[in-house]
């Protein structure tokens, strides 16, 4: 299965939807994580 994780775009957001740890559990699951370019810059 392929997962996103986008960009907060609401105004003064800055948290990601997802964490290193969650990341690592899904690419061990054998999902593709595609993750937006930016996401997380701002947290």
Not at 18 to 39: F, N, Q, W, Y
Request: net charge positive.
């Amino acid at each position: 299965m392929k997962l996103g994780i986008p960009v907060e775009s609401r105004n003064g957001e800055t948290r990601v939807a997802a964490t290193p740890e969650t990341i690592k559990k899904l690419l061990a699951a054998r999902h593709d994580v595609l993750i937006e370019s930016g996401a997380g810059i701002q947290s």
